[in-house]
């Protein structure tokens, strides 16, 4: 096994032995980040990792809030250029009901603390 699988290997070891915590979308969350997207409108790529952007700013963004309230259709497409341009971007698990109210696993995206 060569190092950068080692590496990986021990990362999702220590991620699994963490509990995944259940994320709900309050009702203020919605209207923040669909303000986010009245401020920022259209479909280019750009525009839409600058409201993924703009909402991690805020606080971590489940790649399920992204998609319903910020229209990015790619979320990890956007977190992976961000990434290319220098910024980091903190990637975890969370738990996530969605809107059949069945429970997911799903990304959750955040800039790391300042």
């Keep these: 096994m060569d190092s950068r699988t080692q590496v990986i290997a021990a990362a999702r070891a220590a991620e699994d032995a963490q509990p995944t915590p259940l994320v ?15 401020d920022l409108p259209g479909v280019r790529m750009d525009i839409q990792c600058a409201r993924l952007m703009a909402a991690m700013k805020l606080d971590f963004v489940t790649l399920r809030e992204a998609r319903d309230w910020l ?22 698990s969370v738990w996530q009901v969605n809107g059949t109210q069945v429970l997911h696993k799903t990304a ?3 800039l790391p603390d300042a």
């Design 24 to 38: 709900v979308t309050t009702a203020r969350r919605v209207m923040e980040l669909q303000s986010i997207y009245t």
């Design 71 to 92: 229209d990015v259709t790619h979320p990890s497409e956007c977190v992976r250029l961000l990434r290319k341009n220098g910024i980091e971007v903190v990637s975890k």
């Design 108 to 110: 959750a995206y955040s």
